[in-house]
């Protein structure tokens, strides 16, 4: 890892992975392959200097998350945690994307 190279929180993937997750992906909890760390996924250490995205485990640096659009088609490797848990509520209730409850 390039310790020159800055990186943003988490949260900074929040408008890429709403591609492809219904969920905010940034308020949902994984935990490190490597360290074992469960964390917000909105605490990771974000990479956009590459092409797409590279999430790091904040605590030892570990690659969680590589995000990327090829062609037009969109790759996601999540190797680096052994899980990744989403609250289901919100999408429950239809608040998916937004966040806010549906208007009546």
């Known amino acids: 890892?390039?310790?020159?190279?800055?990186?943003?929180?988490?949260?900074?993937?929040?408008?890429?992975?709403?591609?492809?997750?219904?969920?905010?992906?940034?308020s949902a909890?994984?935990?490190c392959a490597n360290c074992g760390a469960k964390k917000?996924?909105?605490?990771?250490?974000?990479?956009m200097q590459c092409p797409g995205l590279v999430a790091r485990c904040a605590l030892c640096g570990h690659v969680l998350l590589r995000f990327t659009n090829v062609r037009g088609r969109l790759f996601l490797d999540l190797?680096?945690?052994t899980y990744l848990s989403v609250d289901a509520a919100p999408l429950m209730r239809g608040e998916a994307r937004s966040g806010h409850?549906?208007?009546e």
């Open 79 to 81: 190797r680096g945690m």
């Open 101 to 103: 409850a549906p208007k």
């Open 40 to 47: 917000s996924f909105a605490e990771a250490h974000l990479y």
């Open 1 to 26: 890892m390039n310790a020159s190279m800055n990186y943003l929180d988490g949260n900074a993937a929040a408008g890429e992975l709403s591609r492809i997750f219904a969920a905010d992906i940034t």
């Open 29 to 31: 909890e994984g935990k």
